[in-house]
């Protein structure tokens, strides 16, 4: 993750990478390449696409995925500070969009971002 960036702080937030007294530790955005593209599904989905991300469990883990609007699965986000921040906000109901901001044929770089609810 290159960058992470909260989004509409409460007042008297902090910045930084924790969240201080009265911030929405859920609300933030961040770019990251994904990890373990599907090369096909991938194909299917252009520059400036909006994908889903969910939590996908795999054995005794829960998966950090991003998700075609096809449904097919064009990778994963692992392996960044701020996972396990993501996977308790995903697990609190919060929901996260993906969008398509740069790929090649094997790589593609999202800009994540929490969805905002009606």
């Known amino acids: 993750m290159d960058s992470l960036t909260r ?17 929405d530790r859920c609300d933030f955005r961040f770019d990251a390449d994904l990890e373990s593209v599907d090369p096909t599904v991938l ?11 969910i939590l996908h469990r795999q054995g005794s883990y829960d998966v950090v995925v991003v998700v075609a609007p096809s449904g097919g699965f064009v990778g994963t986000l692992s392996g960044f500070r701020g996972l396990a921040n993501l996977i308790d906000c995903i697990r609190g109901g919060n929901v996260y969009s993906a969008t ?4 090649t044929a094997n790589t593609c770089r999202v800009r994540v971002a929490r969805t905002p609810t009606p």
């Open 100 to 103: 398509v901001t740069a790929k």
């Open 7 to 23: 989004g509409s702080p409460r007042p008297g937030a902090g910045s930084g990478g924790a969240a201080a007294s009265g911030a």
């Open 43 to 53: 194909a299917t989905v252009p520059v400036g696409t909006a994908c889903t991300v």
